[in-house]
């Protein structure tokens, strides 16, 4: 079956740099175009990233934009996410999901999350 699980999650200061990491296993991971989702206290859930099945494209939220970088080794069947410049905003449970066969049927899997804490 489909397992996604996060990990890097922890405490960091504002402007600070933490690497997310996702292993993913049950399915063939090269086929299939991954996000990064989060939710911060007291919100709802929010985009944050998409990477293209092969790698050859990303797509960012506007709010982090220029600071985070999706990545994925498929060989290893491991999506990244690198934050650097981090925010009190970007506090949040981070969640590792996979995209359905067509982006128009949303996301069908996602991991149980890790927490990013931005604060002094």
């Known amino acids: 079956e489909v397992h996604l699980v996060e990990s890097g999650g922890g405490l960091v200061q504002p402007g600070g740099s933490l690497r997310l990491s996702c292993a993913a296993s049950?399915?063939?991971?090269?086929?299939?175009?991954m996000s990064w989702v989060r939710q911060a206290p007291g919100k709802g859930p929010e985009w944050v990233s998409t990477?293209?099945?092969?790698?050859?494209?990303?797509t960012y939220a506007d709010s982090v934009k220029g600071r985070f970088t999706i990545s994925r080794d498929n060989a290893k069947n491991t999506l990244f996410l690198q934050m650097n410049s981090l925010k009190p905003e970007d506090t949040a449970i981070y969640y590792c999901?996979?995209?359905?066969?067509?982006?128009?049927?949303?996301?069908?899997?996602w991991g149980k999350g890790t927490l990013v804490t931005v604060s002094s």
């Open positions: 049950g399915f063939t991971f090269s086929y299939y175009a």
């Open positions: 990477i293209r099945d092969d790698g050859s494209s990303t």
């Open positions: 999901a996979r995209w359905q066969s067509s982006y128009a049927y949303g996301m069908d899997y």
